[in-house]
């Protein structure tokens, strides 16, 4: 039984004021925020950047080489390199649809 009705709103808006805040966060925000905190520290991750690891090919390259859709059961089991400096690294399903979304619109982008 619910004593004080405006006190339950008042308690629900409350608690869900950080979820609405972080839903302006975009998809694409996001799939950059996943590769800036996993890749960046080796790849080029935007359209014009350089990767800061010499070896590390640019993320505007890979796209072609790899299409952005073909990625998610590599991203979601871990991409195994050959290379001795790259990490393996998991991602959750939201994660996986995010880095997909960026490196889609990286890929059209880089395709002009």
Not at 19 to 37: N, P, Q, V, Y
Not at 70 to 90: C, K, R, T, Y
Request: net charge negative.
């Amino acid at each position: 039984m619910v004593r004080n009705p405006a006190a339950l709103l008042g308690a629900c808006l409350a608690a869900a004021l950080p979820i609405a805040a972080c839903s302006d966060t975009s998809i694409h925000d996001k799939g950059r925020a996943a590769l800036e905190s996993r890749c960046a520290r080796c790849h080029a991750i935007g359209v014009d950047d350089k990767s800061p690891h010499a070896q590390a090919p640019p993320f505007r390259e890979i796209v072609h080489r790899y299409p952005p859709e073909n990625l998610a059961e590599s991203l979601a089991e871990g991409i195994v390199s050959g290379h001795p400096d790259m990490p393996q690294f998991v991602m959750d399903p939201d994660e996986i649809g995010a880095v997909i979304d960026y490196l889609s619109n990286l890929l059209a982008k880089t395709s002009k």
